[in-house]
């Protein structure tokens, strides 16, 4: 299947409309056209980041509008410049945006706190307009832009627009080609999942900067084109009334599609542009209204919403291919698999963990047990760089991992499943485990051109089919009973070159035929692979049925280490267990 | 930022008049005054967005709306010590039918609040231009003339101004920190089911807390009404302040405002005495930045 052929179609259509339009409406209405899909560009670069990868930028008009202040500048200086201002807009949106991205995405402040610090940005990028006059021109602004200069020839009215328009359209979809792409999966995997993203082995940090300097990038083409179109630029491109719009177009239209934002920015400006001779002062009030109603009744938009009701998905799957794949030739085991010494966890004067060790010197199938609060499961968070600890040494298969991020450990091969299952809800079965499969490797460019299939190692396909998902395999995540989701989980932990597994309390929620099922399943894997596993879990018929070893935790120490029956004998153990005085 | 047109006002004032300042001691009041405004101000966001986890982008409305109560109680013939209790209730009213109409609907989703709020100012700010058009509006200074205090005079109603804002920011405070009221509300925050099953009926005391922070803007902006001119657009002056308080200050604690409003004021006011108001403004985004890459997490600032 050719997944390129309706989006080409789509595209020409678009650019053959510009052109028609151009050429057959008015000189004030093709200039109005221009206008408003230099802020469709815009609203796209919204989409992007927010309705994509799920980060509210609030502050989008700041790249916006310091590549539009940047282009009147050159342009006005020597009008010859037109282009370099244009590609200068580019780079110096990226570099906002970098720049801010740093900021808000190294200490993983909240999606509100990123909101506000963005429209804070934004608004004080206005006052400094205002204020610094010598290079803004202060409240006036910067007028007299010039048309577009081409390579020394000067546009007239008419060409300018249409150069606008193309190049706002081929913006336009270039970003819906990036986000059709395996990239755009990963983007909703951010958005929707952070944590899981991160267990897969992403650098999610990382690839939110990136995202964001690439809105930036798609902000500041946006801002150049406006200002050329706009002939000047002023404070108020940094403002509330436009910073509030262009949110207001992307919720409106759609954010999560590229349509949705293109429709809103353009039905509402024309709405506005033909009300707002007549009805100004209504029709800013309207406005408002339209906002709390929005979010309010159709807070998905109109375009997902209206393809909603035809019955079609907003967003197109993927439906990657899953390979096997090949076992490559490994490199001698190191030893000991697992090797945690010393290690101590507070929070605050509350200690979690005292003094624990725990070695693991050959593939085996471990338990991790003890009473609730005992810290099993932030053990194995820091075996896997979810959480960080302030004593003590992490070695895994050699390497010395202590205080490493989350994406180190998997790109090292460690996986881990969650407690409750976490798995991305709106993508498919087999996305999720592609997703998964490209995790240890990828990389943000590596992303936009990596193709359609995804080498899957053997023991996750044996999950899939085993548990019956193979045939669910373009169901979206979030349809999936709980039990299901655990697998899929399982299997995603396993697609890429798992060399560890760490598993939370596996069995919660199920029966206790299916969970004696599920061991037999781990055993499987543990035998057929070679798979050293670590399981906390709290079912004691689950632990005698795959355990070749059990370690006991109580408060925070270390209790007891041995097989089930040396284990269950323990008086220590039946002590913690059962509350006996001892 | 904020306060900066009656920062404007009170310095053209200056220039020609026959006050004999000391320039470092009336800056240092001035600090002083914008803290006390930045401070009721941040107040009612860092309630509502500490307690209820609502950012609250229509918070520059509700100061545009009491400063608009103050320009009607003066239309009114009444005195403008009035205005203030007037402002406060009728912003505790407005506040808690806005609670009560849209904010409870979206609780759950902080991203929709922001939205929701965004389209609230635009209404608010909209009904001001269409109810009052966009001419600026004038409150008359009650007490006119300057008192002299530390060796400098300086106009008697700021000094009115900060005493105000002082005490129904403490005020506020004590009743969120010491009361039985606070007390439930603080159950709330830490977990709004127990509280609920615990007996709390937490969708008055949510509109009440929304209220209580709508009224402490009103107050606000019927206190700075007669410092500049009276505008539909006057409440945006005081979002990025307010907000930037909140990032310094944190919200964990509540007096972590006032503390994120000193730290704010000191640093705006050094820097716009050392150099120009465009480093204040650079200054300030570069405090926020900094707190927000050191501060121990979203919730707490620098201090909180």
């Known amino acids: ?582 | 930022m904020v306060g900066r047109r009656a920062d404007h006002r009170l310095r053209s004032k200056r220039k020609g008049s026959v006050f004999v300042v000391d320039a470092l001691t009336s800056e240092i009041l001035n600090g002083v005054g914008s803290f006390a405004t930045l401070a009721i101000v941040a107040l009612g966001l860092g309630i509502v967005f500490g307690l209820m986890g609502v950012i609250n982008l229509a918070h520059g409305e509700f100061v545009m709306v009491g400063a608009y109560v103050a320009f009607m109680v003066q239309e009114a013939g009444r005195s403008h010590w009035l205005a203030i209790p007037i402002a406060a209730i009728v912003l505790l009213l407005l506040g808690g039918m806005i609670e009560l109409a849209l904010i409870r609907r979206i609780y759950q989703r902080p991203e929709l609040t922001i939205l929701a709020t965004f389209g609230l100012s635009i209404v608010l700010r909209q009904l001001a231009e269409l109810i009052f058009t966009k001419d600026f509006r004038s409150v008359v200074n009650p007490v006119p003339g300057a008192t002299p205090a530390l060796g400098v005079l300086y106009p008697t109603y700021r000094f009115v101004l900060i005493a105000v804002a002082v005490t129904v920011v403490v005020v506020t405070l004590l009743t969120f920190t010491r009361s039985q009221f606070g007390l439930t509300v603080q159950a709330i925050v830490a977990d709004r089911e127990l509280a609920e099953s615990a007996g709390i009926r937490t969708s008055v005391v949510n509109s009440l807390a929304f209220g209580i922070g709508a009224a402490t803007a009103g107050v606000a902006g019927a206190l700075v009404a007669p410092l500049g001119a009276v505008e539909p657009q006057i409440g945006l002056t005081y979002l990025p302040g307010a907000f930037l308080v909140v990032i310094v200050g944190g919200v964990s604690r509540l007096w972590g405002v006032v503390l994120g409003a000193g730290i704010v004021a000191a640093v705006q006011t050094g820097a716009i005495h050392f150099a120009d108001a465009v480093l204040a403004q650079i200054v300030s985004l570069l405090l926020a930045v900094v707190v927000l890459q050191f501060g121990r997490s979203s919730r707490s600032g620098l201090v909180a």
């Open chain 1, 1 to 582: 299947m050719n997944l390129a052929t309706p989006r080409k179609a789509w595209l020409l259509m678009s650019l053959g409309a510009a052109v028609a339009l151009n050429l057959t409406l008015g000189e004030f209405r093709s200039g109005q056209l221009s206008l408003f899909l230099s802020l469709a560009v815009l609203a796209v670069s919204l989409d992007l980041v927010w309705g994509q990868a799920g980060i509210l930028s609030l502050g989008q008009l700041l790249p916006f509008g310091v590549a539009a202040y940047l282009s009147a500048k050159l342009s006005i200086a020597q009008p010859t410049l037109g282009l370099v201002a244009v590609f200068g807009s580019v780079v110096v949106g990226a570099a906002v945006s970098y720049l801010v991205g740093l900021a808000a995405f190294r200490r993983r402040l909240s999606l509100i706190v990123v909101g506000l610090l963005t429209f804070m940005l934004s608004l004080m990028f206005e006052q400094i307009a205002e204020q610094w006059r010598d290079v803004t021109g202060g409240f006036t602004g910067l007028t007299g832009v010039p048309r577009l200069n081409i390579f020394g020839y000067q546009t007239s009215d008419r060409g300018q627009d249409l150069v606008i328009s193309v190049v706002a359209i081929l913006a336009i979809g270039a970003v819906a080609w990036l986000v059709s792409r395996p990239f755009g999966a990963v983007l909703i995997g951010i958005r929707e999942n952070e944590r899981r993203m991160e267990a897969c082995g992403y650098h999610v940090t990382h690839l939110k900067i990136w995202t964001f300097t690439l809105g930036g990038a798609i902000a500041g083409l946006g801002g150049t084109l406006y200002v050329h179109r706009t002939g000047f630029v002023s404070p108020g491109i940094f403002g509330f009334t436009l910073a509030t719009n262009v949110v207001l177009w992307t919720l409106i239209g759609g954010r999560g599609t590229v349509v949705g934002p293109v429709v809103g920015t353009l039905l509402i400006n024309f709405l506005s542009a033909a009300l707002a001779d007549a009805w100004l002062q209504y029709w800013v009030l309207a406005t408002g209204l339209i906002f709390i109603v929005a979010v309010i009744l159709v807070p998905q938009g109109l375009v997902p919403a209206l393809l909603g009701l035809v019955g079609r998905p907003a967003r197109k799957t993927l439906e990657p291919d899953l390979v096997e794949r090949p076992v490559d030739e490994r490199d001698e085991r190191a030893s000991p698999i697992i090797d945690a010494s010393n290690i101590e966890k507070r929070f605050g004067s509350f200690t979690v963990l005292a003094d624990i060790s725990l070695q693991m010197e050959t593939p085996e199938l471990r338990c991790l047990i003890g009473p609730n609060g005992a810290g099993k499961t932030t053990f194995l968070d820091l075996l896997c760089g979810q959480q960080s600890h302030q004593e003590g040494d992490v070695s895994l298969l050699g390497h010395r991992l202590t205080s490493k991020p989350a994406w180190q450990f998997a790109r090292h091969g460690i996986s881990r499943k969650f407690q409750a299952p976490q798995v991305i809800d709106p993508l498919t079965v087999a996305e999720n485990i592609a997703i998964a499969a490209w995790g240890p490797t990828a990389w943000p460019l590596a992303l936009a051109a990596q193709s359609w299939s995804a080498q899957v190692a053997q023991g996750s396909l044996q999950v899939l089919s085993q548990t019956g998902l193979d045939a669910r395999l373009n169901d979206a995540a979030g349809e999936l009973s709980h039990g299901e989701k655990q697998w899929l989980e399982i299997a995603m932990a396993m697609a890429g070159d798992c060399r560890v597994l760490l598993l939370d309390e596996p069995t919660a929620g199920m029966t206790v035929a299916e969970s004696l099922r599920a061991a037999e399943l781990l055993r499987q894997l543990h035998s057929d692979f070679d798979l050293p596993i670590l399981i906390v879990e709290h079912d004691m018929a689950f632990i005698r049925a795959v355990a070749d070893r059990v370690t006991v935790l109580a408060r925070g120490a270390l209790l007891a280490d041995g097989t089930v029956d040396v284990v269950e004998s323990d008086p220590a153990v039946r002590a913690v267990y059962l509350g006996q005085a001892h």
